[in-house]
């Protein structure tokens, strides 16, 4: 039977449930996609004296232990099932009609050869994430076009073709990142849509969860370079135990197979960016390039507590300006640690940095020249350190003034932006990577012109004076 191609939110599947235990009878059931419940497949059952036809069914949710790997086979195809666990039963009683339900960790839209009871293990994983086409600009649409002698257009040539890709190591997986393409013919017309796509790769069959591991790792670079919230929007798995077989069942395509996992689905139907969030990214990707993202993922564990803080605050449209400040500036203090010293730093006096100090470390490993803000890097680094303080302890009085914070947390994201292309890249220099103009810096300094306001060498917010 062959495989769907693809389920999305709202979609119910019904079909027949099979467990591949013997003796136990097939059941009706129906998987629906939620945007808020994520997977969920229903069973109706009979929970009744003298009714034994559904006796394990009933034990499943008594006992809150349905089987480990189900398959859902209907009129459109196999759905493989992993991990299934209990979400619930009811059953009306003294009539017995029972609905139970099991959440699956992992959904392939196909069957799965071998071991029916194995966990899920495959060689392969490709994601669609936000802002990987619009950076990389790895398309998979060419066209050409024929005109006549007057320059009227007779004849558009479309090409369709993985025409760009680049790999790079990550431990022992192999990264790709490349074009593809989705058909979606109809009577009287062709839909051709292209991504990009980031594909891991390992020799031996790893869970979905070592997979994601590495894809994060990419997204949350993403989440940087664009300074805007990034999440999946599909994934699909690669293995010779999905595959599609003749009527004599011999394989003649392992392709891709669609998967929905609990870990990420509900990103699924978060809202896209905003229009022109991605236009803008602060590195290029000729910049970074393989080796850049290589690098990257070296430092990944080592720089944890420095990417999850900002990475969260990026991934929060619409936070509030204090939590925005608190976590760039939890981030920029487990950057200052692992930068150390740096040039014109002046040594606390106990020997221990201040939390200044680490503000001061990141500015200057910025490589940035941040003098349109402040009169000194010091001074800067005071007020983002009081502004962060400030909100932090509730002994400081009151919250600071939020125009000075607004403009604290749009200078703090900016740096902890800049300080992981500075981690990935770190030969690299400031120009090199982000360029001569920055966008993000250019509307910071209309802002503080806006307001009348720099930053002192105290560390104080004071009027700007006009020459």
């Known amino acids: 039977m062959t495989a769907r191609r693809s389920v999305n939110f709202g979609d119910l599947i019904t079909g027949i449930l099979i467990d591949e235990i013997d003796g136990t009878p097939y059941l009706a059931a129906t998987l629906r996609l939620d945007e808020n419940a994520g997977i969920r497949v229903e069973i109706p059952y009979i929970d009744s004296p003298g009714v034994r036809q559904f006796d394990a069914t009933v034990q499943w949710f008594q006992s ?122 109809a009577p009287n017309r062709i839909t051709v849509s292209e991504n990009t796509s980031l594909i891991s790769s390992f020799e ?91 690098e990257w993922a070296r430092k990944y564990d080592d720089w944890s507590r420095f990417i999850h803080p900002a990475v969260s605050a990026l991934n929060r449209p619409g936070a509030i300006l204090e939590n925005l400040v608190v976590n760039a500036a939890m981030s920029m203090e487990a950057a200052g640690g692992l930068i150390g010293p740096v040039v014109g730093e002046v040594a606390a006096p106990n020997g221990k940095p201040i939390t200044a100090t680490y503000m001061f470390r990141c500015l200057v490993e910025s490589g940035w020249d941040w003098s349109d803000l402040c009169d000194s890097t010091v001074g800067l680094a005071r007020a983002i350190a009081n502004n962060y303080n400030t909100i932090k302890h509730f002994d400081r009085g009151h919250f600071p003034d939020p125009t000075e914070t607004y403009l604290i947390s749009s200078i703090a994201s900016l740096v902890v932006r800049m300080l992981a292309i500075r981690a990935a890249c770190p030969e690299e220099s400031s120009i090199e990577l982000f360029g001569a103009r920055v966008h993000e810096f250019e509307r910071l300094k209309s802002e503080f012109s806006a307001n009348g306001l720099i930053v002192d060498g105290a560390g104080d917010f004071v009027t700007r004076t006009v020459l």
């Open 204 to 294: 031996d069959p790893q869970t979905i969860e070592v997979h994601l591991a590495e894809h994060r790792k990419v997204a949350a670079l993403l989440s940087f370079i664009f300074g805007c919230a990034i999440f999946f929007r599909r994934h699909d798995v690669r293995d010779s135990r999905f595959n599609r077989k003749t009527l004599n069942r011999k394989v003649v395509e392992v392709p891709f197979f669609q998967l929905i996992s609990r870990d990420t689905v509900k990103e699924h139907a978060k809202p896209r960016p905003v229009q022109g969030s991605l236009a803008r990214p602060i590195c290029e990707f000729g910049a970074l390039s393989s080796k850049g993202l290589e």
């Open 64 to 185: 809150e232990q349905p089987p480990g790997n189900l398959l859902l086979t209907s009129l459109d195809g196999d759905v493989s099932l992993f991990d299934c666990r209990y979400a619930g039963h009811t059953v009306n009683y003294p009539r017995g009609i029972g609905l139970g339900k099991v959440m699956p960790s992992n959904v392939v839209l196909g069957r799965r050869d071998g071991d029916f009871h194995e966990p899920l293990k495959v060689k392969e994983l490709r994601s669609q994430i936000d802002g990987l086409i619009e950076w990389t600009g790895f398309g998979a649409i060419e066209r050409t076009h024929g005109t006549d002698d007057t320059g009227v257009v007779k004849k558009v040539t479309i090409e369709v073709a993985a025409l760009s890709e680049i790999s790079w190591r990550q431990g022992s997986a192999v990264m790709r990142l490349g074009g593809n393409w989705n058909l979606d013919p």
